[in-house]
């Protein structure tokens, strides 16, 4: 089973932020939390990780909260070409094979409106 | 660069034929894996690998094997192909542990 919880889907207007929500109450505190989107007909696509402060780069930014139970994904200024299927996943980042593995739940349909 | 290349991108096969994907990376990534995608699912891991002549299980092994005889190669094998077996596969390569893991395009297979 996934270890996080995503909204089916969600609608975002053309030019505004496109706020994603995970749960992913039983974090533990070596999982990171990692963000891929995946539009229709290719690869996934990474976007951003972290593990417990807030971090941004040139795609989007990410938010988790103080216990890391749950986090938010934010795309600044969403365009057409953001509608995709995001997945928020929880990883353990270390030296055990493990590590290599993500687990995809269903993720969110995002669908920017023009 | 041209990252993550996965042949060929559609292939149709009768039940009981047996072909290989192929997977390859130049980025001299350590680590690689193979997933496949059911319509409306996520990924599930197949097999990975953490380095040349080391392969290992993933969620859903039975019915493909790999095999990783150089660091940039990673084929997955069906030897006998099944209409279960009908998916979508990407190829996935990181550096180490705990990198970043990319992907591949996808290989479209249907098995009639």
């Known amino acids: 089973d996934a270890k996080t919880t995503q909204p089916p889907s969600m609608d975002c207007a053309e030019g505004r932020a496109a706020n994603l929500p995970c749960n992913h109450s039983t974090i533990s505190g070596n999982e990171y939390v990692y963000w891929y989107r995946q539009i229709h007909s290719q690869g996934p696509q990474y976007i951003i990780h972290g593990l417990k402060n807030n971090e941004t780069n040139e795609m989007a930014s990410l938010i988790i909260t103080e216990d890391r139970k749950s986090s938010t994904l934010i795309l600044p200024h969403a365009t057409l070409r953001d509608t995709a299927v995001y997945y928020c996943i929880v990883r353990v980042v270390n030296s055990g094979a493990g590590s290599y593995q993500l687990t995809f739940g269903k993720g969110t349909k995002l669908s920017v409106i023009p | 660069n041209a990252g993550v290349t996965q042949t060929p991108k559609f292939q149709v096969l009768k039940t009981g034929q047996s072909m290989t994907l192929q997977c390859a990376q130049d980025m001299n990534h350590e680590y690689m894996s193979w997933y496949r995608q059911d319509p409306g699912m996520g990924l599930r891991l197949i097999h990975y690998?953490?380095?040349?002549?080391?392969?290992d299980q993933g969620e859903v092994p039975n019915g493909y094997n790999v095999s990783r005889s150089t660091t940039e190669d990673f084929p997955l094998r069906l030897l006998s192909a099944a209409p279960s077996q009908t998916s979508v596969y990407f190829c996935a390569s990181s550096r180490t542990s705990g990198n970043t893991i990319y992907f591949g395009e996808g290989s479209w297979l249907t098995v009639v």
């Open positions: 690998s953490v380095g040349a002549g080391i392969t």
